[in-house]
């Protein structure tokens, strides 16, 4: 069964970074799609990031566009987040996850059918 594991969270201070990974089993999760969401408490998860299967192309919220960076390393069944210039307002549960049988970006919730259990991001001002 495929499982995504997140790492990485913490707490940092305004202005600091953090790199978040995903750990994913089966090799057949390198020919899909993945992407990184968040959840702030009282809101509805958002999107984040995505990158393509061959990690060729990636798409990001207007909101961490220059400051995030999303990745992918298909050898070692892994997916990265880096997360540059840190506002508060970047502090939530981030959730890594697969699209469902596609190999393209996507930035919407419902394209993702596997889930990581998340991993917990705060931003001190």
């Known amino acids: 069964q495929v499982q995504l594991v997140e790492s990485g969270g913490g707490l940092v201070q305004a202005g600091g970074s953090l790199r978040l990974s995903c750990a994913y089993s089966g090799r057949t999760s390198n020919y899909n799609a993945m992407g990184w969401f968040r959840q702030a408490p009282g809101k509805e998860r958002e999107f984040v990031a995505t990158?393509?299967?061959?990690?060729?192309?990636?798409y990001y919220a207007d909101s961490v566009k220059g400051r995030f960076t999303i990745s992918r390393d298909n050898a070692k069944n892994s997916v990265y987040l880096q997360m540059n210039s840190l506002k508060p307002e970047d502090t939530a549960v981030y959730y890594c996850?697969?699209?469902?049988?596609?190999?393209?970006?996507?930035?919407?919730?419902?394209?993702?059918?596997?889930w990581g259990q998340g991993t917990q991001v705060s931003v001190s001002s």
């Open positions: 996850a697969r699209r469902a049988e596609n190999w393209r970006t996507s930035a919407f919730v419902n394209d993702y059918n596997l």
């Open positions: 990158i393509s299967s061959n990690g060729g192309t990636t």
